[in-house]
């Protein structure tokens, strides 16, 4: 029975783990998603109610939060994901995966699949698990419950299954790594404290600060015309626009000219990827030489300076780190470099972030955010208009205090209502999330820090070991998040231990049937956002947190399931074993039905019990939380540490800025590449990816890769309505819809290029295809590609090739540095060349004549299916 014309309210934020953004209202006719649109706060709230809030510029500008959501793109076209036609319908299995027989691991990614029914699918599962706990025990079972996906709760999508094995014995988890902050999370805590990723989370009314006192803003590796769209919404843009009003100007740093600084900035500093260190080096030499920094600030807010001024002077290496040295290396003349840190001296400057990029994800990427720190100390940050800010994540971790703006009064949670796993809990049996590979192949191996983005910095020193206590390592892999090739470093050495003969069992359950997915031995059907009741916020868009009864707009697809309702599915087979599987799925859930659940989780939220009414909050479908009361008089940022750093100290162990970090030289004595001092590192632990080095003769590009403009991390790769614009796909001669890859008009003129071709980008660990965008968007020396694009496998694991144009396949394995595991994903090598598709495809004719595959929407499940063709 289809459900009947309504409007629901959901969050369309992606973030997955139980919190949310981007608000909207569905419109719902005939059991169908017919429209996705804003909410208007005004048709249930006064400007009074909600303490509504102006700030003041310069020239008498203001900004004001306004009432209805700033609603991005991709909530708007999020029914056409909905439909996808690559949608999983039913449960499947690979054809020649046999749990009682040959279950040929080196056919995963190559294998087709066949439908089959919820029964046996589930029968399977709950056999598998019965025999590796006997065979293995219960940490033979890995669960990859991290990442980004979609906001639920009751429904979570990453972890359920989680709350059944903890009942059953234990498992081992895959760590949620800080992924689009791994320098700050590595780094710049070493620097500032900052807990528990790094990056500024003193924020409070630096947004007002900026517009009344700040001259300039840098905006570092920061497109928050394109990052915010899943994780804020449209506001952010209108504060820049505002920042433009009141005069600041916006210099854009950045290998290209990305969509912020195509609409904001000023200036642009086309850096090359990955080098970021020696620009920030070649400013401090600057500063230092010519006496233009705060050195009483420093003497008074800051340890360890004159460990910083022994290097960039040159006493330690005899090389001084001049902007004539800083030139090659990075790109930008030494003039510009002379210049930028000129004004710098002489105005008030702030530095703004959106998370991604060479900048934060690149190897060493710790050094260029510890370096940030050293600039922003030496002059003042926490004085009038000098401040690092996000556009993103404002209420990180529920801390209002991340947010620019005024904060509501509280940051609602859906913990009690959360059936997904906790980001750190399990500590004793996790894995980094860079390291997984190895377990998948059956190795032992030691890291430092258990990598969560939770984690604070002491857990960087702590030594940490897998297999633990005598284990057996991981046997069976089970997913919710069958995106780890597409979305991390080390893609094609990850494909390949996925078919690694230790790997005895792959459970995959997503909505989509996209990247390793197609590698899964079982793969379940879950259902999107609208097919599901649920309880949702939005704490990250920046006008007013909320509440959400999640409605269920639209019957589940096919046969799809809520990940909630699949793992319930798999704990009835297990009861059937007794023991510790002995009522199992009751001891889960309790016995509570989703109602109940969504009940607990709003009357637990956070908001006082003298403004709860579940009743009231059903019928109206949200509740806004208003702004803090005096909010006016909240401190300014880091305000009170630049007036008195022994009352407001940081978070570091002096309290101080440190220049040199007395713990990491404690604990990593012999680290040369993460010491206790920020340095340029040239290469190492791994890594040899500069454009001097002898590996750049053969692969001679920098790889620039961002988060995309028109996916979120691996998703909405289908959606026609994006693949109708031009700078979405290349369309090739084949007819295939290629992922684009930009290239400078003088680099494409030596390589025989033009806007269209087919190219591969490729080096030693494979290649990936992609289509031709020629433009002086993005410097001469880089190829730029955005992450997360579809993969369409022609080769999978080492020396691959793939036609989708996933530009992680072919990203280092090795971490941001020895004992940092952090992901690199953009910065390193690679070199590019024109290809003949029609060759390739007498090379490959399968895999190239997927025959319903469509340039308008992509890949289609059916070819992956006997029987469904």
């Given at each position: 029975?289809?459900i ?6 959901h ?33 249930q ?10 700030l ?12 209805k959501?700033?609603?991005p793109p ?6 056409r ?10 449960p ?12 040929h ?10 439908r ?8 399977i599962i709950?056999a ?39 009942l ?31 990056q ?6 630096t ?26 919404g ?21 290998p ?9 900035a ?7 990827p ?7 080096l070649?400013i401090?030499y ?7 920094y705060?050195?009483?600030y420093?003497?008074?807010h ?41 004004y ?15 900048f ?23 004085m009038?208009?000098?401040?690092s ?10 801390m ?36 997984v ?18 984690n ?43 078919k690694?003969?230790?790997?005895e ?30 309880f ?27 990940d ?28 509570k ?19 709860l ?6 019928r109206?479908?949200y ?14 940022g ?9 009352m407001?100290?940081l ?6 800025i440190e ?64 693949r109708e ?19 400078n008009p ?27 965008r ?8 880089v190829?730029?590609?955005d ?11 080492i020396?691959?090739?793939d ?32 290809v003949d ?18 340039p ?14």
């Amino acid at each position: 029975m289809k459900i009947a014309d309504t409007t629901v309210v959901h969050n369309l934020g992606l973030e997955a783990c139980g919190g949310g953004a981007n608000m909207v209202a569905a419109d719902v006719k005939d059991g169908k998603l017919v429209r996705i649109r804003p909410v208007h706060y005004d048709e249930q709230y006064t400007k009074d109610e909600l303490n509504y809030w102006t700030l003041t510029g310069r020239n008498g500008t203001t900004f004001e939060p306004g009432m209805k959501s700033y609603t991005p793109p991709f909530p708007l076209v999020y029914k056409r994901r909905t439909y996808s036609k690559n949608r999983v319908a039913h449960p499947m299995k690979r054809v020649d995966w046999d749990p009682q027989g040959e279950r040929h691991p080196e056919t995963r990614g190559t294998s087709k699949y066949v439908r089959i029914s919820w029964d046996e699918a589930t029968e399977i599962i709950a056999a598998e698990i019965k025999r590796v706990h006997d065979e293995y025990g219960p940490y033979s079972i890995l669960c990859q419950a991290d990442g980004h996906g979609e906001s639920k709760a009751v429904h979570a999508p990453h972890g359920c299954m989680t709350r059944l094995l903890e009942l059953c014995g234990g498992y081992t988890v895959q760590a949620r790594n800080p992924d689009s902050w791994e320098g700050w999370y590595w780094g710049a805590k070493h620097a500032w404290g900052m807990d528990p990723v790094g990056q500024n989370t003193h924020s409070t009314n630096t947004a007002q600060d900026i517009a009344q006192n700040c001259d300039a803003m840098l905006y570092w590796g920061c497109d928050l015309e394109t990052t915010t769209s899943a994780w804020g919404g449209q506001l952010a843009s209108k504060l820049a626009y505002w920042f433009d009003d009141c005069g600041i100007k916006h210099i854009a740093i950045a290998p290209d000219c990305n969509y912020t600084a195509a609409v904001h900035a000023d200036k642009w500093f086309p850096v090359l990827p990955n080098t970021d260190a020696a620009l920030q080096l070649a400013i401090a030499y600057v500063w230092l030489t010519e006496g233009t920094y705060e050195k009483e600030y420093v003497e008074t807010h800051a340890i360890g300076f004159d460990w910083l001024e022994y290097y960039v002077l040159g006493n330690e290496d005899g090389v001084p780190k001049t902007p004539e040295w800083a030139e090659p290396i990075c790109g930008i003349p030494a003039y510009r470099i002379k210049a930028l840190a000129r004004y710098w001296a002489r105005h008030n400057v702030s530095i703004a972030h959106c998370n991604g990029g060479s900048f934060i994800r690149a190897a060493f990427a710790h050094e260029p955010a510890r370096l940030e720190v050293y600039l922003l100390g030496m002059q003042g940050v926490g004085m009038p208009g000098r401040i690092s800010i996000k556009f993103i994540e404002w209420t990180l971790f529920g801390m209002t205090s991340c947010s620019p703006i005024p904060p509501s009064k509280l940051a609602p949670s859906t913990a009690a209502a959360y059936n997904g796993w906790i980001i750190g809990s399990n500590a004793d049996h996790m894995i980094a999330k860079c390291h997984v590979h190895k377990a998948l192949r059956g190795e032992s191996f030691s890291w430092y820090g258990h990598g969560t983005a939770a984690n604070d910095r002491p857990d960087q020193f702590v030594k940490l070991e897998f297999p633990t206590d005598g284990n057996a390592g991981i046997k069976m892999l089970w997913s919710d998040n069958p995106a780890f090739s597409t979305s991390l470093n080390g893609g094609y050495e990850y494909q390949d231990a996925l078919k690694s003969d230790n790997l005895e069992f792959y459970l995959v359950q997503a909505p989509w049937f996209e990247d390793d997915a197609r590698f899964a031995d079982i793969v379940l059907p879950i259902c999107t956002k609208f097919e599901t009741s649920d309880f949702g916020t939005d704490c990250d868009s920046g006008q007013w947190n909320a509440v959400i009864y999640e409605q269920a707009a639209i019957d589940p697809v096919g046969e799809a399931r809520s990940d909630w309702e699949a793992v319930q599915a798999v704990a009835e087979k297990l009861e059937r074993y007794g023991g510790v599987y002995e009522d199992v799925k009751h001891r889960m859930t309790g016995g509570k039905t989703v109602e109940q659940q969504i009940r607990e989780g709003y009357e637990a939220c956070g908001i006082p019990a003298d403004e709860l009414d579940f009743e009231a909050f059903k019928r109206n479908r949200y509740q806004l939380i208003p702004t803090v009361e005096g909010w006016e008089n909240q401190m300014v940022g880091l305000s009170g540490f630049a007036q008195n750093p022994e009352m407001f100290p940081l978070e570091t162990p002096s309290g101080k800025i440190e220049y040199y970090s007395p713990t990491l030289a404690e604990h990593f004595p012999d680290d040369h590449v993460r010491g206790p001092v920020a340095h340029w590192i040239e290469a190492g632990d791994g890594h040899d990816d500069r454009l001097n080095s002898e590996r750049a003769k053969k692969y001679p590009f920098l790889v620039e890769s961002n988060h995309p403009r028109w996916r979120v991390h691996a998703e909405f790769d289908d959606v026609e309505w994006f693949r109708e614009i031009e700078t979405c796909k290349v369309v090739g001669p084949d007819g295939y819809a290629y992922e684009p890859v930009w290239l400078n008009p003088s680099d494409a003129a030596k390589l025989g290029i033009q806007s269209g071709d087919v190219v591969s980008v490729f080096n030693e660990r494979g290649a990936v295809l992609g289509g031709a965008r020629v433009t002086e968007r993005v410097r001469d020396g880089v190829v730029y590609m955005d992450h997360g694009a579809n993969s369409d496998v022609i080769v999978s694991g080492i020396g691959g090739l793939d036609r989708g144009g996933d530009i992680n396949l072919i990203c280092p394995t090795h971490t941001s540095s020895k004992n940092a595991s952090g992901e690199v994903t953009s910065g390193y090598l690679a070199g590019v060349e024109k290809v003949d598709v029609f060759e390739l495809a007498a090379r490959y004719p399968e895999e190239f004549g997927r025959k319903n595959y469509s340039p308008e929407y992509g890949a289609d499940v059916r070819d992956y299916l006997i029987g469904e063709e």
